[in-house]
């Protein structure tokens, strides 16, 4: 994906569209991109490794990477704080690589304001029933935080038409394939003035 070379790849979803597995699938698929690995303040899960998921550092480490300009967005969600690298994601673009950065949609408006020049992609699940099937899946939340997390999930969708192109994660390898097309600049049917898109999100987000 040459195509994709030095430039910097902002993707966002609402919690349960399948963001986290989508990306990686993506990185794997194409090794000569950089996926730029988050700090974050939230505990560390049991299948979680420092500098591989996140880079975990506690509300003081995170308040002095801020406070001293370390980080390129920063952004609260569920009580949690989470920041890009600046020095990583200019080290990762100054060598010629693509750089894939998995955030919310707040980060996603504060990179773009800095860099503008910058891919923003959006991942919206193929239906609500979908997206609260998949929360419940995930068997390590209570109701209580489900709920939550489904209330703000259908206030993040809201925020899809802020962003270049909108990928709808129904089926993962085509979800990887509609990825793959926007990086690489064939992205129009995922392109977010495409009608035809635009009706089938707002199938979704309604």
């Given at each position: 994906?040459?195509?994709?070379?030095?430039?910097?790849?902002?993707?966002?979803?609402?919690?349960?569209?399948?963001?986290?597995?989508?990306?990686?699938?993506?990185?794997?698929?194409?090794?000569?991109?950089?996926?730029?690995?988050?700090?974050?303040?939230?505990?560390?899960?049991?299948?979680?490794?420092?500098?591989?998921?996140?880079?975990?550092?506690?509300?003081?480490?995170?308040?002095?990477?801020?406070?001293?300009?370390a980080l390129?967005?920063?952004?609260?969600?569920?009580?949690?704080?989470?920041?890009?690298?600046?020095i990583q994601?200019?080290?990762?673009?100054?060598?010629?690589?693509?750089?894939?950065?998995?955030?919310?949609?707040?980060?996603?408006?504060?990179?773009?304001?800095?860099?503008?020049?910058?891919?923003?992609?959006?991942?919206?699940?193929?239906?609500?029933?979908?997206?609260?099937?998949?929360?419940?899946?995930?068997?390590?939340?209570?109701?209580?935080?489900?709920?939550?997390?489904?209330?703000?999930?259908?206030?993040?969708?809201?925020?899809?038409?802020?962003?270049?192109?909108?990928?709808?994660?129904?089926?993962?390898?085509?979800?990887?394939?509609?990825?793959?097309?926007?990086?690489?600049?064939?992205?129009?049917?995922?392109?977010?003035?495409?009608?035809?898109?635009?009706?089938?999100?707002?199938?979704?987000v309604s």
């Amino acid at each position: 994906m040459s195509d994709a070379e030095a430039n910097l790849f902002v993707i966002a979803a609402p919690s349960g569209a399948g963001k986290t597995t989508l990306v990686k699938a993506l990185v794997t698929r194409n090794p000569e991109l950089r996926f730029s690995i988050s700090y974050t303040t939230r505990p560390k899960r049991r299948n979680e490794a420092h500098g591989v998921d996140y880079l975990f550092v506690d509300k003081d480490e995170f308040d002095a990477l801020r406070h001293g300009g370390a980080l390129l967005e920063s952004a609260e969600v569920f009580d949690n704080h989470y920041g890009t690298s600046r020095i990583q994601v200019d080290a990762h673009l100054k060598a010629g690589h693509g750089v894939v950065l998995e955030i919310d949609w707040q980060g996603a408006r504060q990179v773009r304001a800095s860099m503008p020049e910058c891919v923003s992609i959006f991942i919206l699940p193929p239906s609500h029933e979908e997206l609260v099937r998949r929360l419940r899946e995930r068997r390590t939340d209570s109701d209580e935080v489900i709920a939550r997390r489904l209330r703000d999930a259908v206030s993040d969708m809201s925020h899809w038409d802020e962003f270049d192109y909108v990928v709808i994660n129904d089926d993962l390898d085509q979800a990887v394939a509609d990825l793959e097309a926007v990086l690489a600049g064939r992205g129009d049917a995922q392109a977010t003035s495409n009608p035809d898109l635009r009706r089938a999100v707002s199938e979704i987000v309604s």
